[in-house]
Nanobody, 125 residues
Framework: QVQLVESGGGLVQAGGSLRLSCAAS????????MGWFRQTPGKEREFVSAISGSSGSTDYADAVKGRFTISRDNAENTVYLLMNSLKPEDTAVYYC??????????????????WGQGTQVTVSS
């Protein structure tokens, strides 16, 4: 099992920015698809973004497209989520996830094998 540690969450005003980081404890990080999800109380975990390990292809949920950017640094075994133009509805616990399945992108939580502990993002209006 790969350990994932998120950081970078916090409180920000609407319109502000945050950058989340997720460090992975694996030497084969570059081969894995990484994803970001978010969850609010009483709701299911929601796909935010994903990036493949092979080609670096990316995918975004419609709600964040044009505002969020996912990237990865394979030398540092880290994936990032840059969040701009934040809105109160972006408030959630954000989780990073890693998939050891076949290469590709998927918005389904079931595609991912390992999860971080989550980091709280709160956007005030």
């Amino acid at each position: 099992q790969v350990q994932l540690v998120e950081s970078g969450g916090g409180l920000v005003q609407a319109g502000g920015s945050l950058r989340l980081s997720c460090a992975a404890s694996t030497r084969t990080f570059r081969t894995y698809t990484m994803g970001w999800f978010r969850q609010t109380p009483g709701k299911e975990r929601e796909f935010v973004s994903a990036i493949s390990g092979s080609s670096g292809s990316t995918d975004y949920a419609d709600a964040v497209k044009g505002r969020f950017t996912i990237s990865r640094d394979n030398a540092e075994n880290t994936v990032y989520l840059l969040m701009n133009s934040l809105k109160p509805e972006d408030t959630a616990v954000y989780y990073c996830a890693l998939s050891r399945k076949v290469p590709g992108l998927s918005p389904s939580p079931h595609f991912y094998d390992d999860w971080g502990q989550g980091t709280q993002v709160t956007v005030s209006s």
